[in-house]
Nanobody, 134 residues
Framework: QVQLQESGPHLVEPSETLSLTCTVS??????????WSWIRQPPGRGLEWMGA???????YYDPSLKSRPSISRDTSRNQFSLHLNSVTPYDTAVYYC??????????????????????????WGQGTQVTVSS
């Protein structure tokens, strides 16, 4: 069974960079057709897909975030990370990492992925609350 665990600071100041790490067990980040996502849920709102890193290292982002996020991975530690720069209070949310299975990386439809319901993901982390405030 694949397990994911988010870690990182719970409080970030405005204009700073939010950095979170997801530690994965039960599967390798390089397992073919596995996609490792970051998703958030602001208070009172639905899930927002932020981006993903594929098994081959290809990265995908939601364009509405305007190049603010960056996703990277450390295969030796089986971890992947999210860095979100220039945060504002609007970035306050519960942040999740999650796994889904997809096609080969060149064929991934990010428009579809951005609208996927929770049930279409294979595994989720428990989530971590991040508040942006001075």
């Amino acid at each position: 069974q694949v397990q994911l665990q988010e870690s990182g600071p719970h409080l970030v100041e405005p204009s700073e960079t939010l950095s979170l790490t997801c530690t994965v067990s039960g599967a390798s980040l390089t397992t073919t057709l596995h996609y490792w996502s970051w998703i958030r849920q602001p208070p009172g709102r639905g899930l927002e897909w932020m981006g993903a890193i594929a098994y081959d290292g290809t990265t995908y982002y939601d364009p509405s975030l305007k190049s603010r996020p960056s996703i990277s991975r450390d295969t030796s530690r089986n971890q992947f990370s999210l860095h979100l720069n220039s945060v504002t209070p609007y970035d306050t949310a519960v942040y999740y990492c999650a796994l889904f299975f997809g096609p080969t990386s060149s064929r991934l439809n990010t428009d579809y992925v951005s609208r996927m319901p929770r049930s279409e993901y294979n595994s989720w982390g428990q989530g971590t609350q991040v508040t942006v405030s001075s």
